[in-house]
């Protein structure tokens, strides 16, 4: 929220044993969603005005009370479209506000990242995939998610090419298409190697490419490598058809996951058109499986009278 005693357009600050304001009260508006009274302020420096809510983040927002209810309804299976008309918006708002949304609660998740009650010493690493668009455009998702505690650390999207029996199709269709995840998969590694203890087991499947991007990006950690196995249903991959999973936290944080963001329902026809909105979208999942279904559950109450767990805006 602006200071009275500061213009955000030329930042020029009142001194406190100036006599002369640089910055006077000039007027008032009422919100138009609630009434609330909103006081004016002009910048006698720069000639320009500015309020008690310029520059904060839902500066210029007509419906900012949507917010809260938008991220819940976007991480329970809710449809853009359907969280449109279920909030009385237009479809184009809600497209906006999943990009504002995600750029909000990337930096929560890094705070919470960074001030986590320990460093992380036993993880789960593996891939999962979706498409965008169709599925002769096929996107990896590296995933990084705690043992214990089933808690997501840190996740990307990147692109891959096509395979099995897709693959000549999406040559012919969409010609080749960029593999970034060697890349993808090392940001992930990095992003956990700022939380990483100094003997920290990373347990992974038996992907060839993983040994050399663990030791590279956390050299101290020690890497243990299981045998992948069959799904128990066709269509959900993540649940295995075995009696002990020992990749479990992973497998069924991504089946949770698939359960609850509907553009990565395994038959839906909500299909993400972009790589960086689906992003945005698993960015907002994120903080919601972290802050809330880990959550104890004694604790727990509706998503409406959770005021430690609502964005602050």
């Given at each position: 929220?602006?200071h009275?005693?500061t213009?955000?357009?030329?930042?020029?600050?009142?001194?406190?044993?100036?006599?002369?304001?640089?910055?006077?009260?000039?007027?008032?508006?009422?919100r138009?969603?609630?009434?609330?009274?909103?006081?004016?302020?002009?910048?006698?420096?720069?000639?320009?005005?500015?309020?008690?809510?310029?520059?904060?983040?839902?500066?210029?927002q007509?419906?900012p009370?949507?917010?809260?209810?938008?991220?819940?309804?976007?991480?329970?299976?809710t449809?853009?479209?359907?969280?449109?008309?279920?909030?009385?918006?237009?479809?184009?708002?809600i497209?906006?506000?999943?990009?504002?949304?995600?750029?909000?609660?990337r930096?929560?998740?890094?705070?919470?990242?960074?001030?986590?009650?320990?460093?992380?010493?036993?993880?789960?690493?593996?891939?999962?995939?979706?498409?965008?668009?169709?599925?002769?455009?096929?996107?990896?998702?590296?995933?990084?998610?705690?043992?214990?505690?089933?808690?997501?650390?840190?996740?990307q999207?990147?692109?891959?090419?096509?395979?099995?029996?897709?693959?000549?199709?999406?040559?012919?269709?969409?010609?080749?298409?960029?593999?970034?995840?060697?890349i993808?998969?090392?940001?992930?590694?990095?992003t956990?190697?700022?939380?990483a203890?100094?003997?920290?087991?990373?347990?992974?499947?038996?992907?060839?490419?993983?040994?050399a991007?663990?030791?590279?990006?956390?050299?101290?950690?020690?890497?243990?490598?299981?045998?992948?196995?069959?799904?128990?249903?066709?269509?959900?991959?993540?649940?295995?058809?075995?009696?002990?999973?020992p990749?479990?936290s992973?497998?069924?944080?991504?089946?949770?996951?698939?359960?609850?963001?509907?553009?990565?329902?395994?038959?839906?026809?909500?299909?993400?058109?972009?790589?960086?909105?689906?992003?945005?979208?698993?960015?907002?999942?994120?903080?919601?499986?972290?802050?809330?279904?880990?959550?104890?559950?004694?604790?727990?109450?509706?998503?409406?009278?959770?005021?430690?767990?609502?964005?602050?805006?």
């Amino acid at each position: 929220m602006t200071h009275r005693n500061t213009c955000p357009h030329c930042q020029n600050t009142t001194d406190a044993g100036n006599s002369t304001r640089h910055c006077i009260r000039k007027g008032w508006y009422r919100r138009k969603f609630d009434g609330r009274r909103i006081q004016r302020f002009f910048c006698r420096s720069c000639n320009k005005t500015f309020s008690t809510l310029t520059q904060t983040p839902t500066w210029r927002q007509q419906k900012p009370f949507i917010n809260n209810k938008l991220a819940f309804k976007l991480c329970s299976g809710t449809s853009q479209r359907r969280a449109a008309r279920e909030l009385g918006v237009d479809p184009k708002t809600i497209a906006r506000r999943l990009v504002f949304l995600g750029q909000v609660v990337r930096k929560v998740n890094e705070r919470h990242l960074m001030k986590r009650y320990g460093l992380v010493t036993d993880v789960r690493f593996d891939d999962m995939e979706s498409s965008i668009h169709t599925k002769l455009k096929p996107v990896s998702i590296p995933l990084v998610v705690e043992h214990h505690s089933r808690e997501i650390i840190a996740l990307q999207v990147c692109s891959m090419p096509a395979k099995g029996h897709l693959a000549k199709k999406s040559l012919k269709k969409y010609g080749p298409r960029k593999d970034e995840r060697p890349i993808a998969r090392r940001q992930v590694l990095d992003t956990l190697a700022k939380v990483a203890a100094p003997k920290i087991v990373v347990k992974t499947d038996q992907c060839p490419q993983y040994p050399a991007l663990i030791k590279a990006a956390i050299p101290q950690a020690e890497h243990v490598t299981v045998k992948g196995r069959r799904g128990c249903v066709v269509g959900q991959g993540e649940l295995k058809k075995i009696g002990f999973d020992p990749l479990f936290s992973l497998n069924h944080t991504a089946a949770s996951i698939r359960a609850n963001v509907n553009r990565l329902f395994r038959r839906t026809w909500c299909t993400s058109k972009r790589g960086d909105r689906l992003k945005d979208h698993l960015d907002i999942y994120i903080w919601f499986h972290n802050h809330y279904l880990l959550a104890n559950p004694a604790k727990r109450k509706p998503p409406s009278c959770i005021p430690t767990l609502r964005l602050r805006f």
